[in-house]
């Protein structure tokens, strides 16, 4: 008699509810979750049964909600089960009120007991007023939660519970189901071990005198999520970036970071560490010309300045040039019109190996967002449509494209 194979185990997701409005979109994400193949196991905080009842979820999770502590006649010590069974803890929404508890370390519910009492990677999803989430105290909480290792996704800009607009709307169930796919996926781990990955990220600043200089808008989020989405995925990741923005507990050991400012110090950053690459993405926004600087500052009082513009080094068509055999290149292009068009007219032009088009004009998308929406066009002409979701998660679909197109190249 042949033996069984035992089933692969599914993916068990503990995902907390939180007592904001936004608890309402926890229960599309328990569907979206479940569609998934997650086992999943609700805790709602006595709060956000304010706002959703218990029996809801307990109809489309994998298993009865939980609310309490002391009410469960299943399981005698609910937190240390569900804590150590889990691949995830996922709190969706988390309100500023509950943040600032889990910083604390407190333990005064089954969610924030059930948080104490695990080792599996925790995502969190803030959701709450834009004042709220602009608050340095919120800000400070979420730093500290960020230097232990539990992983962010920022909400987004939108029309709030109160009418108006701002950030802090929670992100679409989809959007935070992609990312939970994402890090529960068990084939994802390891596929870019081995390879060398090379990420800019951030925008240039060109100096006009000793006081201003000529940039753009860009806050180097996309390269820096793809460069700990790398790390995670088992690459050798190096960062040139212009971006002061911290990396996450996990990952910063592994990405050696490059800081730089100028156009003219990306290049030679860029094109030094290309040498040994695999993988090279140009995420950073570069500026197309440099100033004839001036050596003092320049007085208001003598008029308005003539400006002396240079072109700077074009450093993805100098990559692609100079590329070694096997070598993936990935472009950046940030459009504000005839997005697609422009986007197949730049990858004729350069002839990178994957180009990563968005279109900046859009609510959400591109510079200084938590989000992105982008389209991917590749060598033949082939268009991928990555819809609106964090920027880690749009990370997770530009590498898993990359790790396909280096196994290609290697058969």
């Not at 004839?292 to 400006?307: E, H, I, R, W, Y």
């Amino acid at each position: 008699m042949k033996p069984s194979t035992p089933e692969p185990a599914v993916p068990r997701v503990v995902l907390g509810v939180t007592g904001g409005i936004a608890a309402y979109k926890a229960v599309e994400l328990t569907r979206r979750l479940r569609e998934a193949g997650f086992h999943v196991a609700p805790i709602l905080t006595p709060d956000a049964t304010r706002f959703v009842g218990p029996v809801t979820f307990s109809a489309l999770a994998s298993e009865p909600a939980r609310v309490s502590l002391y009410d469960d006649t299943t399981t005698p010590i609910p937190h240390t089960y569900l804590g150590q069974t889990a691949d995830l803890i996922v709190v969706a929404p988390a309100t500023a009120h509950f943040i600032a508890r889990y910083a604390m370390g407190l333990a005064d519910d089954l969610l924030t007991a059930t948080l104490l009492a695990t080792r599996a990677p925790v995502l969190l999803c803030p959701a709450m007023h834009t004042e709220m989430w602009e608050q340095p105290s919120v800000q400070e909480n979420l730093a500290t939660l960020r230097r232990r290792g539990v992983l962010v996704m920022e909400p987004e800009s939108g029309v709030l519970a109160g009418g108006d607009e701002g950030a802090g709307r929670l992100p679409e169930p989809a959007a935070i189901a992609s990312l939970v796919e994402h890090i529960l996926q068990k084939n994802d781990e390891g596929i870019l071990s081995g390879r060398r990955v090379v990420i800019s990220a951030g925008g240039t600043r060109e100096p006009i005198d000793p006081v201003r200089v000529l940039s753009n808008r860009s806050s180097g989020r996309q390269g820096h999520a793809l460069a700990e989405v790398a790390a995670r995925l088992g690459a050798t990741v190096q960062l040139v970036t212009t971006a002061s923005l911290s990396l996450a507990l996990d990952v910063r050991g592994d990405i050696e970071v490059l800081k730089v400012e100028t156009a003219a110090e990306m290049s030679e950053a860029m094109l030094s560490l290309a040498t040994l690459a695999d993988v090279v993405i140009m995420a950073a926004a570069v500026a197309d010309f440099g100033v004839l600087a001036s050596t003092s500052k320049m007085k208001k009082q003598d008029g308005v300045p003539s400006l002396v513009l240079v072109p700077t080094l074009d450093i993805l068509t100098t990559l692609v040039e100079k590329r070694r055999d096997g070598q993936i290149i990935v472009g950046f292009a940030a459009e504000s019109d005839h997005v697609l068009e422009n986007g197949l007219s730049k990858i004729r032009t350069k002839q990178c190996d994957l180009l990563v088009v968005n279109d900046v004009s859009k609510e959400g998308v591109g510079f200084d967002h938590a989000t992105n929406e982008v389209f991917l066009i590749d060598r033949d002409e082939d268009i991928e449509t990555i819809s609106l979701r964090s920027k880690e998660a749009v990370s997770y679909e530009i590498l898993s494209r990359v790790a396909a197109l280096l196994t290609q190249g290697a058969q």
